[in-house]
């Protein structure tokens, strides 16, 4: 068999291979406009103006839609409907955070610079939250008190008389 033909019925068999995959994992995702290969929908879009891109695909696909950057695919929620139902309706299924490909070289997070999923990020915000109240976020006294300290502090400049 010629070598041509060989790599063509390579290149055209790893072609619909992708657009099969590609095809298969959309049935979970919102309705959008369809991808190119491997770049998505980057090309489709106008850079210069996304908001109103943007706005554009939510009049043809509704609030909801998906577009792809690269392979990995984007759910959008356009307009503030869209937006609260999801995060106040349904705030428990988006309470996670995004992956990045990047983080699983890293060392497993120990602080608050990563960003946690789950059950760990709810027990770091909270036990965040409990403490910043404590020291007396929300409170008027903590005002009080940085206004005492700012005073003192400008005394204290005063007192060198720019030395």
């Keep these: 068999m010629d070598p041509a033909v060989v790599l063509v019925l390579c290149l055209s068999s790893l072609l619909l291979l992708f657009l099969w995959r590609q095809s298969s994992g959309r049935g979970k995702l ?11 929908n980057i090309l489709q879009f106008d850079v210069k103006n996304i908001k109103k891109a943007i706005s554009n695909y939510s009049k043809v696909y509704g609030p909801v839609f998906t577009l792809y950057f690269g392979m990995k695919p984007m759910v959008v929620l356009h307009g503030y409907e869209a937006v609260k139902e999801a995060l106040i309706d349904h705030g428990e299924e988006f309470s996670g955070r995004g992956f990045f490909p990047i983080t699983e070289r890293l060392p497993p997070p120990r602080g608050g610079f990563h960003s946690y999923n789950g059950s760990r990020w709810k027990e770091i915000r909270r036990f965040t939250l409990m403490t910043l109240r404590n020291f007396g976020m929300g409170k008027r006294s903590i005002e009080e008190r940085v206004q005492e300290e700012a005073r003192c502090l400008v005394e204290e400049l005063r007192k060198t008389k720019g030395g």
């Design 30 to 40: 919102p309705p959008g406009p369809t991808p190119l290969p491997i770049i998505g």
